[in-house]
Structures are given as structure tokens and as C-alpha cells.
């Protein structure tokens, strides 16, 4: 099978070991993946990244010229995307841009044109509701009409998707699986050492952007409440609440046992993981964001929960989008924004080292089973092999 895979996201070598995986399973497999050949991902990389031609036999990757450096759904690719095309002749195009991904819309035309046959895939995050207007509405319209298959992240963006009147076929799976080679379980001595962390303490653990609809206001108030427990905060990361947390815990003398570390690369936040006793992700759903065609936001998977279940941290989440999806059993889920459920859930696991060591255990199996990129590579081999039967 011959499958070719467009995005942005791959110019990240990181995020290409579910495709490599993918083109290691069978040995008639090929895995082509188109990333543009310029991108400004903004941000914090705020600089033009040039991607470079790989090439490991089965798995390929191709920069193609392109328009667009920095918006996804304005990306679309020059004209070396036609000889691609025409040499590689793929059996399944999976474009990773969205429902009205432009790159989708050239990609579905292409594949006509040029007489392919290919069955016409893309894969979205997006798990709100949204309206449209003309000439996106048409867009869309065109690509759902000509989609053969669509994965999606999460479980609301499959119904979103149902509700537009798509029919096919949608499988739910996330587009990046967990290295279980980098997250696994491993004990860090001279790290809590170094962080003043003592056996004694339980390392309440959050890793991602300080902002409001990630909950940590919740969580300082869910610890608040448990003042005569021997717990610390560690947050890994930035963003704008960092100083209204300082502030909160000031005012209320736990600021010692507040312990923030800003910027990790990804390859050194296992070390962090693994001092945590657990892991909360306490996200909130929130209608204040605005973009063209939606309004707001919720949590669309939740990548670091199973990164803290491959290292058999034990997990707490919100019931915000598709965490408790993701967390099943394998974890605690409260009602987002109770931070009294919240505390109920941590005062669980500080009470229970052994429910919490059981979980733990459940969290690494189902991390092992479901997510890591072998796995979803699996999941995503039998999703085009039913496509290429079905039609």
C-alpha cells in the first residue's frame, strides 16, 4: 500500500514516529509525507523553518514548495506536487489540515485530475460546533463530499462532523502517539534532589501553558483546601497566570511548596513526569475565543496524559473534551471547574498509595495498548485497509 501524508506538522522529526512505524509494519508498504518546504511556526520559534528531503527506504519525507508559511488552512503546495503525485501514485491521500483545509481541497482535485484513484482522507482536531459562510461553507461542503474516510482526535469532533451531514467513515485516534521509549518509568533522585523534593512529599504535577482554560486556578484552590497534607506543586511551563499563581499561593503561605519550571525540551519532560506522584490535567471548556468561524475552546486530547500513563504516573483530568475519553478508567475524571471534586480526587490518591500505584498500572497498560506509535500505527493500517475494500 502507498500512502501519502500531507501536513505541517511533520517538519517536527519528533512527530513522524507513528508514520515510520506505519511504514515498518508490512513489507509492501510505502509512507511518502509532503511537508512544506518553508514554514513559520510563530510562537516561540519565532523563525522560518527549512525542512530537508529524507529518504529511509519505505518512509520518505518530501519538502514541496508552498503558499502560505504560517496559516494551516491557507497552506497549499506548488507545482513539484504533481510530479510527486504522478511518480508515487498513492492508494491513500491523508491530508492533515482540517475539514476545510485548502491543501485538502488541491489535494482531492489532484487526485482526480491526475487519474490516481486514491481514496481521499483527512485528519481534524476541531470537537466544537461552528457555523460558516460563503465561500468556506462551499469548501467544506466539497471536501466532506469527496472524503473516502476521516480520522479524528477526539470523540466530539467525530459527532461535530456527523452533525455536518458527513456519513462515511470516521475512526477516533489521535494524530501523535506516545515515545515509550523516552516516557517510561524511571526513578530521578538527583532531580528531586536539585528541586528540594523530598520522599516524603507528594509531587502534585501539571505540564502545559499557564492560562485560564487549562484550570490551574482550580487546582491552587483544590490544594489550598488541603493545607495539612504533605503535597508540592510542580508546573512545567509558561504563560501568562504565572504571576497571579505566585500571588495566590502568597496570600495564602504555600508559596514554598510551589515549585515552577519553565521551558523543558520535550525529550527531558519524562525526568519531570517521573517525579510527579500524579498528574492533573484540570482543563475548562471556554466560549471567549473567536476565530473566523467558532467560537471557543476544550480540550482537544490531552497528549500529556499519556505521557504521565507510559511513565505509570497515575492520572487526574477534567471532564473537559476528551479527557475523560482518554483517561477511561485508567485515572480519576472530575465535573471541570469543582475544585472541591478536584481535592476529593487528589485526597484518593495521598490516602491510597496503593490505589494510587494500581492505576498507575492500569494508565501504563492501556498507554502501552492504545497510544503509543506502533499501536496507532496499527489503528490507522486497518482503518485504510477497510477504506481500500469498502469502496
Given at each position: 500500500m502507498?500512502i501519502?501524508v500531507?501536513?505541517?506538522?511533520?517538519i517536527?522529526?519528533l512527530?513522524c514516529?507513528?508514520?515510520?512505524?506505519?511504514?515498518?509494519?508490512?513489507?509492501?508498504i510505502?509512507?511518502?509525507?509532503?511537508?512544506?518546504?518553508r514554514?513559520?511556526p510563530g510562537?516561540?520559534q519565532?523563525?522560518i523553518?527549512?525542512?530537508e528531503?529524507?529518504?529511509?527506504?519505505t518512509?520518505?519525507?518530501?519538502p514541496?514548495?508552498n503558499f502560505?508559511?504560517?496559516?494551516?488552512?491557507l497552506?497549499?503546495?506548488?507545482?513539484?506536487l504533481i510530479?510527486l503525485?504522478?511518480?508515487?501514485?498513492?492508494q491513500i491521500?491523508?491530508v492533515e489540515?482540517?475539514?476545510?483545509?485548502?491543501?485538502?481541497?488541491q489535494?482531492?482535485?489532484?487526485n482526480?485530475?491526475l487519474g490516481l484513484?486514491?481514496?481521499?482522507?483527512?485528519?481534524?482536531?476541531?470537537?466544537?460546533?461552528?457555523h460558516l459562510?460563503?465561500?468556506?461553507?462551499?469548501?467544506?461542503?466539497?471536501n466532506?463530499?469527496h472524503s473516502?474516510g476521516?480520522?479524528?482526535?477526539n470523540?466530539?469532533?467525530a459527532?461535530?462532523?456527523r452533525?455536518?451531514?458527513?456519513?462515511?467513515?470516521?475512526?477516533?485516534?489521535?494524530?501523535?502517539?506516545v515515545d515509550?521509549?523516552?516516557?517510561t518509568?524511571?526513578a530521578?533522585p538527583?532531580?528531586?534532589?536539585k528541586?528540594?523534593i523530598?520522599?516524603?512529599?507528594?509531587i502534585?504535577?501539571?505540564v502545559g501553558?499557564?492560562v485560564q482554560?487549562?484550570?490551574?486556578?482550580t487546582?491552587?484552590?483544590?490544594?489550598?483546601?488541603?493545607k495539612?497534607?504533605?503535597w508540592k506543586?510542580?508546573?512545567?511551563?509558561?504563560?501568562?497566570l504565572?504571576?497571579?499563581?505566585?500571588?495566590?499561593a502568597a496570600e495564602n503561605?504555600?508559596?514554598?511548596r510551589l515549585?515552577?519550571?519553565e521551558?523543558v525540551?520535550?525529550n527531558?519532560?519524562?525526568?519531570y513526569?517521573?517525579?510527579?506522584?500524579?498528574?492533573v490535567?484540570?482543563?475548562?471548556?471556554?466560549?471567549k475565543?473567536?476565530t473566523?468561524t467558532?467560537?471557543?475552546?476544550?480540550?482537544?486530547?490531552?497528549?500529556?496524559?499519556i505521557?504521565?500513563?507510559?511513565?505509570?504516573v497515575?492520572v487526574?483530568g477534567s471532564d473537559?473534551?476528551?479527557?475523560?475519553y482518554?483517561?477511561?478508567?485508567?485515572?480519576?475524571?472530575?465535573?471541570e471547574?469543582?475544585?472541591?471534586a478536584l481535592?476529593?480526587?487528589l485526597v484518593?490518591l495521598?490516602?491510597?498509595?496503593?490505589?494510587?500505584?494500581?492505576?498507575g498500572?492500569i494508565?501504563?497498560q492501556?498507554?502501552?495498548?492504545k497510544y503509543?506509535?506502533?499501536?496507532?500505527?496499527?489503528?490507522?493500517?486497518?482503518?485504510?485497509?477497510?477504506?481500500?475494500?469498502?469502496?
Open positions: 502507498k501519502l500531507a501536513s505541517h506538522t511533520y517536527v522529526d512527530n514516529e507513528k508514520l515510520r512505524a506505519l511504514s515498518q509494519l508490512e513489507p509492501e510505502e509512507v511518502t509525507v509532503v511537508v512544506p518546504k514554514w513559520k510562537g516561540v519565532n523563525r523553518i527549512e525542512t528531503y529524507r529518504d529511509e527506504g518512509f520518505k519525507i518530501v514541496v514548495s502560505s508559511q504560517n496559516h494551516q488552512g497552506l497549499t503546495f506548488g507545482a513539484d510530479s503525485l504522478k511518480e508515487f501514485r498513492p491521500i491523508q489540515q482540517g475539514s476545510r483545509g485548502l491543501a485538502y481541497t489535494m482531492i482535485a489532484l482526480q485530475l484513484k486514491a481514496k481521499n482522507v483527512f485528519f481534524t482536531w476541531w470537537n466544537l460546533p461552528y459562510k460563503l465561500p468556506v461553507a462551499l469548501l467544506e461542503k466539497y466532506l463530499n473516502h476521516i480520522i479524528s482526535g470523540q466530539d469532533g459527532e461535530v462532523l452533525q455536518r451531514g458527513y456519513k462515511g467513515a470516521i475512526k477516533v485516534m489521535p494524530q501523535l502517539g515509550e521509549s523516552l516516557f518509568h524511571k530521578q538527583e532531580l528531586a534532589a528541586l528540594d523530598k520522599k516524603e512529599d507528594f502534585v504535577g501539571f501553558r499557564f482554560e487549562k484550570g490551574l486556578l487546582l491552587l484552590q483544590a490544594l489550598i483546601t488541603l495539612d497534607k504533605p506543586l510542580l508546573l512545567l511551563g509558561r504563560g501568562e504565572q504571576s497571579q499563581l505566585i500571588k495566590i503561605n504555600i508559596e514554598e515549585i515552577l519550571v521551558s525540551p520535550h527531558e519532560v519524562a525526568n513526569i517521573n517525579l510527579m506522584s500524579t498528574l490535567l484540570p482543563s475548562e471548556t471556554t466560549y475565543f473567536k473566523l467558532s467560537v471557543g475552546w476544550k480540550e482537544q486530547f490531552g497528549h500529556v496524559l505521557e504521565a500513563m507510559a511513565c505509570q497515575p487526574i473537559s473534551g476528551e479527557i475523560p482518554v483517561i477511561g478508567d485508567a485515572g480519576l475524571v472530575f465535573p471547574g469543582d475544585a472541591q481535592a476529593n480526587c484518593q495521598m490516602d491510597k498509595p496503593d490505589f494510587a500505584h494500581t492505576l498500572e494508565g501504563y492501556k498507554a502501552m495498548i503509543t506509535n506502533k499501536a496507532l500505527a496499527k489503528q490507522q493500517l486497518e482503518f485504510y485497509q477497510d477504506l481500500v475494500i469498502s469502496h
